[in-house]
């Protein structure tokens, strides 16, 4: 029996990728395909992998042309990019545009997920109005975001296939594979600190340290997203997806430093980038002592998006009103959630 639903979830070995997968795999009356150009280090039983280059025009259309009736995409992909530089806005469209002209080809397809995030509002460049609401207007800076929503807006109009867009805020999730991740960074580096006898200083500037934040569980952004492309009222709409609540650094920071037995520092601006650059045998050092699994420290630690993260003087809040209106009422709890998540990389032994 063909399966009414047929998604093809585009970057499923990047963390949303992989969670979106998953939880669309949860429903069986789902087919979950899943593209990236690496094969997945975990792949899930219930999700067939295609491995592609968006790049390549002519490739990636004979390759998503053989996947036959696609009827949902997700699309959760990211162009290659360095830290604190600009996305390229028009390779990351060439890349969204030749997956959508792949796919629309079937004449299956009924809706488009794009994942977004804080970036939609300038979170990376500087103070934006909060709670920043769906709605407001643009950062008047180029991004990816934006390229990439005209685009799928524009041609939806003239189709037969919806949209959605979700925006998350930072992300915090267990995910082994991907170091660019703020809990496994953050425990590297409390556990870096506590080997050199140092106090857990926090190393962004004091306006970083007292600003409110927030962040989204991983599996509560699937869960959105799930929600937002399968909801007939959802189509054409963008869509804040948070934890809900708020805090700041200096709230969790402590908190930090005892779960891992050490004394709170001070506020010490740095660039982990630097500071960091030659623990690796330090590293070693401790992944010998304590058992662990994971040697190579830039495999769990990226500190140059912690420097990106940790450095940002500004409120980082959006604002969730319209999610819950239109009828999506999950939520977390961002600390607890934290911590829970820095056990489980430790009960795994890849922290210490
Ligand atoms: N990560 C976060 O903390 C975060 C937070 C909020 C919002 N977001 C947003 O979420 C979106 C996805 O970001 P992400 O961080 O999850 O991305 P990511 O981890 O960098 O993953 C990117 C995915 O795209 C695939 N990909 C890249 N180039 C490709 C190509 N040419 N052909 C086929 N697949 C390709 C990668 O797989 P291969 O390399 O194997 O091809 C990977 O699966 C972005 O819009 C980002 O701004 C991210």
């Given at each position: 029996m063909t399966k009414e639903h047929t998604a093809l979830v585009a970057g499923v070995t990047g963390a949303i990728g992989a969670a979106v997968a998953h939880e669309l795999s949860q429903n069986q009356n789902r087919t979950v395909y899943g593209l990236s150009r690496n094969p997945p280090s975990s792949p899930l039983p219930e999700v067939s992998y295609l491995q592609t280059d968006l790049s390549n025009r002519q490739k990636c259309s004979k390759d998503i042309a053989a996947l036959g009736n696609v009827t949902h995409i997700y699309y959760c992909g990211r162009a290659t990019h360095s830290e604190q530089v600009l996305e390229d806005p028009e390779h990351?469209?060439?890349?969204?545009?030749?997956?959508?002209?792949?796919?629309?080809?079937?004449?299956?397809?009924?809706?488009?997920?794009?994942?977004?995030?804080?970036?939609?509002?300038?979170?990376?460049?500087?103070?934006?109005?909060?709670p920043a609401q769906e709605g407001q207007p643009r950062a008047p800076a180029p991004n990816f975001n934006y390229d990439q929503q005209d685009f799928l807006s524009a041609r939806s109009e003239r189709a037969n296939w919806t949209w959605s867009a979700s925006r998350p805020n930072t992300l915090i999730h267990y995910s082994p594979a991907v170091a660019r991740n703020l809990v496994s960074s953050l425990g590297a580096y409390a556990a870096l600190c506590k080997a050199m006898g140092a106090a857990l200083d926090f190393p962004g500037p004091a306006q970083a340290y007292n600003s409110i934040t927030q962040v989204t569980s991983l599996d509560l952004l699937a869960r959105g997203i799930s929600w937002m492309s399968c909801t007939g009222h959802c189509a054409n709409h963008a869509f804040n997806i948070t934890n809900t609540d708020i805090f700041r650094w200096s709230s969790l920071w402590p908190k930090l430093a005892d779960a891992f037995s050490m004394p709170v520092g001070t506020v010490r601006p740095m660039q982990l980038a630097d500071v960091m650059a030659d623990r690796q045998s330090l590293w070693m050092q401790l992944c010998r002592q304590s058992n662990l699994k994971q040697t190579r420290l830039n495999r769990i630690a990226n500190w140059g998006y912690l420097d990106a993260t940790l450095t940002r003087t500004w409120d980082e809040i959006l604002c969730h009103n319209k999610t819950r209106a239109m009828g999506f009422h999950d939520w977390d709890n961002s600390e607890d959630r934290f911590f829970l998540i820095l056990d489980q990389y430790r009960s795994d032994a890849l922290i210490p």
């Open positions: 990351n469209l060439e890349l969204l545009r030749n997956l959508l002209d792949s796919t629309e080809k079937s004449g299956t397809l009924q809706h488009v997920h794009l994942v977004q995030g804080g970036k939609y509002y300038g979170v990376h460049i500087g103070p934006f109005p909060t």
